[in-house]
């Protein structure tokens, strides 16, 4: 399935997410972030964390690889795979794989370095900067469990 939002201010973008994070919150999601630096997907996932009641000050995990927060409705993974590259992605791809399981959130800044490797059921988002603050999301579901999400977001 395929979904494409405009964006046109950073308010747009707090209301996806606020109706993304609606949705998830009863059943997890495992989510794959694709876009330029500076393109919103950190600010996509501290929003979507925001209407989780993450309580921890979400921040980018460049440097980290994993940021973990667990004070929210459910347990938020937010990945970071710039710094793993293409060796780095095999001695971590079992792991993903538990994290696309379950009653969980999980978000993957960089997935690109793993396009290969990521064969679960999931949803892509690629974020495009239009001008100054528009951009475009461009979702796309495959498996059962993030189609119904991404069917549920269409409404
Ligand atoms: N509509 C929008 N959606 C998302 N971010 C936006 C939007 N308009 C402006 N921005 C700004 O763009 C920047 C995106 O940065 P960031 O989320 O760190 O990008 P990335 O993680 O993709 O590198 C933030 O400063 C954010 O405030
Ligand atoms: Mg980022």
């Not at 919150?25 to 989780?52: E, P, R």
């Not at 892509?124 to 549920?152: A, C, M, P, V, W």
């Amino acid at each position: 399935m395929s979904y494409n939002v405009i964006c046109n201010n950073i308010q747009d973008t707090e209301m996806l997410a606020e109706k993304f994070a609606q949705i998830i919150k009863d059943t997890g999601c495992f989510v794959c972030l694709y876009g330029d630096v500076g393109a919103g997907k950190t600010a996509f996932v501290k929003y979507i964390c925001k209407y989780l009641e993450v309580k921890e000050k979400v921040t980018s995990p460049s440097f980290v690889i994993l940021n973990e927060y667990k004070t929210g409705m459910l347990p938020v993974y937010h990945f970071d795979l710039y710094r793993l590259e293409n060796e780095g992605i095999n001695t971590i791809i079992n792991e993903l794989n538990e994290y696309s399981e379950g009653n969980i959130a999980t978000f993957i800044e960089w997935a690109e370095f793993s396009r290969n490797a990521i064969p679960f059921d999931r949803i892509e988002i690629h974020i495009k900067y239009i001008e100054d603050n528009k951009r475009e999301f461009i979702i796309n579901s495959y498996g059962n469990k993030s189609n119904q999400i991404l069917k549920r977001l269409q409404k």
